[in-house]
């Protein structure tokens, strides 16, 4: 393709991927495995988008603190988990109650924790009655909702918010709590107005699958993809405008300029809108800017571990000793964030507009609560706080947005499927085939 002289020197490639999280990976690996000469263009300093980890005084914090899943259809596809040297987290949930710290463990998978959640009356037989009714449609093989990419095929349920449909499975009492705490720090909302279908989803997920993290922090996830790619990421370039002119696509950064075939718009939602803006004369992603949910995540070193399990933790009393909606002792999990002989707390709340942050303090006296032990002289070592963590995702769930959003021009990212890293690499796989769709036609 011809260069056109201007500003600065005009390059060009058959495909540009704007962004360099998850879903602009994924897709560019797959352009480039279709034999597509790519470039992905990235404002940040590093790739990885809303997956990034520090190195703070010899831990490791990744910033906000999630999980992978490697039960994620899109992850079993698409990610090598054996070389991200997961790991894992138990399977179950430390509760705090007003006794004290029980244990609700999976049943298969930590039979030996059996005993101790029945002995500690978390699990009342009428609420697990409740609980079954409300989640074994996401258990049960026969609902087969979802192809082997994620999506959706069919809808046999009219899909309403969690909170109306333990409603209707009449979920209550402690075990209520309990999964409406633990919901709050995976969906980052605590009024239950997300989409039942998609936390079933996430419930058959956790089900099937132990999360873990990466032996060198989350970030590992999107490194093993940009690795994948001929060309390297190109960081420190923010796009700021991207036109049609003639056959192809215009897109300008700060000191850098490429004329594209194609172009995938795989950025952060509010920052592809305002983008989109000028593109097709305005609002070309077509998807809206979907709120956001945000969290606030502390990151202490102690000198003994609160506790030794190595779950995530809930407060389920009725009155919740503070702003926390979990906690763990990531280095029960995870020895290698922490360096030889320190241990590593995480505690999230819930962030974002209208809520009270809570000082540092409050999060300290709210995990010692928790744990039933003295946080005194646990060090700060990380707070992160995270507006745009997740997008909203009300019911009913649909399918993903389409990708192609006019000739030449696409868009991939959580928000155009599902608000976590199935969707944001199920989104990337799907503006790739889009963008090679002629090929195949
Ligand atoms: C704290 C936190 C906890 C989470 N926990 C979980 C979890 O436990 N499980 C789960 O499944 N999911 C979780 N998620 C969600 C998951 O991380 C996201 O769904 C996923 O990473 C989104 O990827 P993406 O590629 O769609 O978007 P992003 O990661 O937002 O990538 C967009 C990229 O575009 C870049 N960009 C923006 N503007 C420009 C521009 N003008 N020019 C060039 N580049 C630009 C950005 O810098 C960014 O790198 C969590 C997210 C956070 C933040």
């Given at each position: 393709?011809?260069?056109?002289?201007?500003?600065t020197?005009?390059?060009?490639?058959?495909?540009?991927?704007?962004?360099?999280?998850?879903?602009?990976?994924?897709?560019?690996?797959?352009?480039?495995?279709?034999?597509?000469?790519?470039?992905?263009?990235?404002?940040?300093?590093?790739?990885?988008g809303?997956?990034?980890?520090?190195?703070?005084?010899?831990?490791?914090v990744?910033?906000?603190?999630?999980?992978?899943?490697?039960?994620?259809?899109?992850?079993?596809?698409w990610?090598?988990?054996?070389?991200?040297?997961?790991?894992?987290?138990?399977?179950?949930l430390?509760?705090?109650?007003?006794?004290?710290?029980?244990?609700?463990?999976?049943?298969?998978?930590?039979?030996?924790?059996?005993?101790?959640?029945?002995?500690?009356?978390?699990?009342?037989?009428?609420?697990?009655?409740?609980?079954?009714?409300?989640?074994?449609?996401?258990?049960?093989?026969?609902?087969?909702?979802?192809?082997?990419?994620?999506?959706?095929?069919a809808?046999?349920?009219?899909?309403?918010?969690?909170?109306?449909?333990?409603?209707?499975?009449?979920?209550?009492?402690?075990?209520r709590?309990?999964?409406?705490?633990?919901?709050?720090?995976?969906?980052?909302?605590?009024?239950?107005?997300?989409?039942?279908?998609?936390?079933r989803?996430?419930?058959?997920?956790?089900?099937?699958?132990?999360?873990?993290?990466?032996?060198?922090?989350m970030?590992?996830?999107?490194?093993?993809?940009?690795?994948?790619?001929?060309?390297p990421?190109?960081?420190?370039?923010?796009?700021?405008?991207?036109?049609?002119?003639?056959?192809?696509?215009?897109?300008?950064?700060?000191?850098?300029?490429?004329?594209?075939?194609?172009?995938?718009?795989?950025?952060?939602?509010?920052?592809?809108?305002?983008?989109?803006?000028?593109?097709?004369?305005?609002?070309?992603?077509?998807?809206?800017?979907?709120?956001?949910?945000?969290?606030?995540?502390?990151?202490?070193?102690?000198?003994?571990?609160?506790?030794?399990?190595?779950?995530?933790?809930?407060?389920?009393?009725?009155?919740?000793?503070?702003?926390?909606?979990?906690?763990?002792?990531?280095?029960?999990?995870?020895?290698?964030?922490?360096?030889?002989?320190?241990?590593?707390?995480?505690?999230?709340?819930?962030?974002?507009?209208?809520?009270?942050?809570?000082?540092?303090?409050?999060?300290?006296?709210?995990?010692?609560?928790?744990?039933?032990?003295?946080?005194?002289?646990?060090?700060?070592?990380?707070?992160?706080?995270?507006?745009?963590?997740?997008?909203?995702?009300?019911?009913?769930?649909?399918?993903?947005?389409?990708?192609?959003?006019?000739?030449?021009?696409?868009?991939?990212?959580?928000?155009?499927?599902?608000?976590?890293?199935?969707?944001?690499?199920?989104?990337?796989?799907?503006?790739?085939?889009?963008?090679?769709?002629?090929?195949?036609?």
């Open positions: 393709m011809a260069c056109v002289p201007r500003w020197m005009t390059d060009s490639c058959e495909v540009l991927v704007v962004g360099a999280g998850l879903a602009g990976l994924q897709c560019a690996r797959e352009l480039q495995a279709a034999g597509r000469e790519v470039r992905v263009w990235e404002a940040a300093d590093d790739v990885g809303r997956i990034r980890t520090e190195h703070r005084d010899g831990f490791l990744d910033r906000g603190f999630q999980v992978l899943n490697p039960a994620y259809p899109a992850v079993r596809r990610v090598d988990v054996g070389a991200l040297d997961m790991q894992p987290f138990g399977a179950g430390g509760v705090r109650r007003d006794d004290g710290l029980a244990v609700l463990a999976h049943p298969l998978r930590e039979p030996q924790l059996i005993a101790g959640t029945f002995g500690s009356g978390l699990a009342k037989p009428r609420e697990v009655a409740a609980l079954l009714r409300w989640a074994a449609p996401a258990i049960v093989r026969s609902w087969g909702q979802y192809d082997d990419g994620g999506r959706r095929t809808v046999p349920v009219r899909d309403v918010t969690l909170r109306q449909a333990m409603d209707d499975a009449r979920l209550a009492g402690g075990l709590r309990v999964v409406e705490r633990f919901f709050a720090g995976v969906l980052l909302e605590d009024d239950g107005s997300t989409s039942n279908d998609f936390a989803l996430l419930l058959r997920t956790f089900a099937f699958g132990v999360p873990g993290l990466p032996r060198l922090g970030q590992a996830l999107p490194r093993q993809l940009a690795a994948a790619l001929a060309t990421v190109r960081t420190g370039t923010a796009v700021d405008s991207i036109r049609r002119e003639g056959g192809s696509m215009l897109v300008r950064a700060a000191g850098a300029e490429l004329r594209a075939e194609q172009v995938v718009v795989a950025m952060d939602p509010a920052s592809a809108e305002s983008l989109a803006l000028g593109i097709d004369g305005g609002g070309a992603t077509g998807s809206g800017v979907p709120a956001m949910k945000g969290v606030l995540t502390h990151w202490f070193a102690a000198s003994e571990p609160p506790t030794r399990l190595n779950l995530l933790c809930v407060d389920a009393r009725e009155r919740p000793g503070g702003p926390l909606v979990n906690t763990a002792v990531v280095s029960n999990a995870a020895p290698g964030y922490a360096p030889a002989g320190r241990h590593l707390v995480q505690t999230s709340a819930l962030f974002g507009p209208g809520r009270p942050v809570p000082g540092d303090d409050a999060v300290r006296r709210h995990a010692a609560e928790i744990y039933g032990a003295d946080a005194a002289g646990w060090e700060l070592v990380a707070r992160h706080e995270v507006p745009n963590a997740l997008p909203v995702q009300p019911p009913p769930l649909g399918s993903p947005q389409p990708a192609e959003i006019s000739p030449g021009l696409f868009a991939c990212g959580d928000h155009r499927a599902t608000a976590s890293i199935q969707g944001a690499l199920e989104s990337g796989h799907l503006a790739a085939q889009a963008v090679l769709r002629p090929d195949f036609g």
